[in-house]
C-alpha cells in the first residue's frame, strides 16, 4: 500500500491521523501541493482530480476521499475502533463527517481560496482554472463562525463529537479546527469554552502529537 499525503493540507491529513491511531504503518509519498507537483503529469496519472489524499492498493487500486480510505482501512483493521461500533455510533460518525465537512471545512476553504492570492485561478480543487469569487470568502467568514457556535454548544454535553468515545469524527474536527486557526488567522476556541476543553483533549493524544 501506499499513501500519497501532504503535511500542509488538511484532507490528508485526516487520513494520516487515523493511520496514527490505528497503529498503523503505510509507505507515504510527500506530494507538494504548494509547488503545484499535484498538477504535473505525473501525479495527474496517479489522480486525475489532481488532488491528496490517494491509497493505492497493493493490487494498483487507488482510493481517493479521505473519508473513503479511512473506511477501508477500518475494515482491514477493525481495532482499534474509531468508526462506531454498532448501527447509532456508525451514523453518528458519519453524521459529524457531513455535518463538520459541508458546514465547516467548506466555509473554511471558500475563505482561503477566494481570498488568497496562491489561489488565484484555482478557486476550487482540481485541475479546472476556476475564478475566486471574494464574496465567498467573507461569506465563508460568517458561515465558519455559526460552525464553531454549534460545535460548541454541542460538545457542552458530549464529551467527544459523536459521544462518549475518541472516533474519527474527533479526528475530522481537530484537523478542521486547526485549518480554520491558520486560514482564518485566529482561534476559533476563543470564548468557546466546550470547544477548548475538546481541543485540547484531542491534541494531547499521543498518536495525534506524533502525526500531527
Ligand atoms: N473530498 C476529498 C477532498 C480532497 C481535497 O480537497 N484535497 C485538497 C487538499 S486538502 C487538494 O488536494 N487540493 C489540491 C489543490 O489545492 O489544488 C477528501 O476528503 O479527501
Redesign the pocket.
Known amino acids: 500500500m501506499k499513501f500519497y499525503d501532504?503535511r500542509t493540507?488538511?484532507?490528508?491529513q485526516?487520513v494520516r491521523l487515523f493511520i496514527a491511531e490505528k497503529g498503523l504503518e503505510i509507505d507515504t509519498v510527500e506530494v507538494d501541493?504548494r509547488s503545484l507537483e499535484?498538477q504535473r503529469p505525473e501525479f495527474l496519472a496517479i489522480n486525475p482530480a489532481?488532488?491528496?489524499?490517494v491509497l493505492e492498493l497493493d493490487d494498483g487500486m487507488r482510493l481517493?476521499?479521505?473519508?473513503a480510505i479511512c473506511h477501508y482501512l477500518e475494515q482491514l483493521h477493525p481495532e482499534p475502533n474509531l468508526m462506531g461500533r454498532d448501527a447509532r455510533e456508525q451514523a453518528l460518525v458519519l453524521m459529524w463527517n457531513d455535518i463538520q465537512t459541508f458546514e465547516g471545512y467548506l466555509a473554511v476553504q471558500e475563505v482561503l481560496r477566494n481570498a488568497h492570492p496562491a489561489f488565484q485561478r484555482?478557486a476550487l480543487?482540481?485541475p479546472e482554472p476556476y475564478d475566486q469569487i471574494p464574496a465567498l470568502a467573507e461569506r465563508g467568514r460568517l458561515r465558519s463562525a455559526r460552525y464553531f457556535e454549534r460545535l460548541d454548544a454541542h460538545l457542552a454535553s458530549s464529551q467527544w463529537v459523536a459521544g462518549p468515545r475518541f472516533t474519527y469524527a474527533d479526528i475530522v474536527g481537530f484537523v478542521y479546527l486547526r485549518f480554520a486557526t491558520r486560514t482564518l488567522r485566529e482561534d476559533p476556541t476563543e470564548g468557546r469554552a466546550h470547544l477548548r476543553r475538546w481541543r485540547d483533549a484531542v491534541a494531547r493524544r499521543p498518536a495525534i502529537e506524533s502525526a500531527s
Open positions: 501532504c493540507a488538511p484532507s490528508p485526516k501541493l499535484h489532481a488532488s491528496v489524499p481517493t476521499e479521505s473519508l484555482r480543487v482540481g
